[in-house]
């Protein structure tokens, strides 16, 4: 299985576009999953309204995606549309004493003296 194309991971991306769907990125974010899913079997879904309904539709996401190689390429586009592709590219143009680069460091300490 894909690990981006989890269900787990669908359900993250599918809740932060929940969380946002008020915005303009979210709403658009919404209707090119909505026609990606129509695209491939036929019919739009609904909204999801509650985290049962993400968690069913991950669900089907990921089967799908694991059955149809072109529709995993797709979704995993969508994906990190939404969450983000998770690399981060750190360029430099000056000479740096102390560098920390890192991912979710909350609650951590740093003394650079």
């Given at each position: ?28 974010a919404w209707d090119t999953l909505k026609a990606l899913i129509a695209r491939h079997r036929g019919t739009a879904p609904e909204l ?66």
């Amino acid at each position: 299985m894909d690990p981006i194309l989890t269900p787990t991971m669908l359900t993250t991306a599918l809740t932060k576009l929940l969380n946002g769907i008020a915005t303009d990125a979210g709403a658009k974010a919404w209707d090119t999953l909505k026609a990606l899913i129509a695209r491939h079997r036929g019919t739009a879904p609904e909204l999801p309204a509650s985290a049962e309904d993400v968690s069913t539709l991950a669900g089907e996401l990921a089967a799908a995606a694991e059955q149809d190689a072109e529709f995993a390429q797709e979704l995993r586009t969508w994906q990190q549309t939404v969450t983000g592709s998770g690399n981060v590219v750190l360029n430099l143009n000056a000479p740096v004493k102390n560098l920390i680069n890192g991912q979710d460091m909350s609650g951590s300490t740093f003394n650079l003296s």
